[in-house]
């Protein structure tokens, strides 16, 4: 008898402070497919802002924190494309030299996953269950798709959901403008960039679209929000939850429940 997959959520900042929901939705979805979910409670920034920002001696000082705290985990999964890049791609070379946690920074980066690539990659999942329903589109994180080579798992899921219909979204690769601090540096360039990516996502007429990195979530809901748009934007995890589960999903609003019964996906 195999024993039940057992994995470390590594919440991330956004998550914790402005997304909570997120994070029970992603916990549901985990717990509904078997896996036994746990939570470190010692865990920090992943220190990607740091790193971002130039400050490599800091951004290892948290490395060195935060590796030790994962330890123990048999998979660590982030419902963050920049974080799990950050830990996978940048860890092992900030600690490279370290030789306490060197190689303990290089199995991390082994164990760990973005939520979309654990389940499908790991787990072997490709379709769940969901109360949604209508048409969703999808945009691609920068970490996620560039930094982690990452752009089917998402789709792969998103289209085998039942009573939903994924429309492509036209320049999905491109960046939404939120870059971390990048939008509060040059706000007048990341504003460009966000009205384009607004414009395009309310092309598709979906009444929903999906990322995976709450940064994109934050930009996207904001240039949104200030335009009036009925168009949510929402974490693939609140999505994608096992049915007679417990995380929250907004209701959606009547322009997201005209699509198609049944996931299939087209060009918008």
Known sequence: ???PIRASLLVTCLVDLFYPEVGVAMVTLLRGLGVTVDFPPSQTCCGLPLFNSGY??????????????????????????????????????????DPALGKDAEALADR???????????????HVKTAFRGRVTYHDSCHLLRGLGESQ???TLLSNLEGVELVELPGADECCGFGGSFSVRLPEVSTSILGKKIANIEKTGAGCVVACDAGCLMQMS???????????????????????????LPTPPPEASAGKAGGRTRAA
């Open 153 to 155: 798992s998402s789709r």
């Open 222 to 248: 904001g240039g949104l929000s200030r335009k009036g748009s009925p168009v949510r934007a929402l974490h693939l995890a609140q999505l994608l939850y096992s049915e007679g589960g417990s995380a929250p």
């Open 1 to 3: 008898m195999t024993h």
């Open 112 to 126: 760990t996953h973005e939520l979309s690539q654990f389940l499908v990659k790991v787990l072997g999942v490709t």
């Open 56 to 97: 490599q001696d800091e951004a290892a000082r948290v490395a060195r924190h935060v590796v030790p705290i994962f330890s123990a985990s048999e998979h660590v999964v982030v419902p963050s494309g920049s974080c799990a890049w950050m830990i996978k791609k940048e860890y092992p070379g900030l600690l490279r030299d």
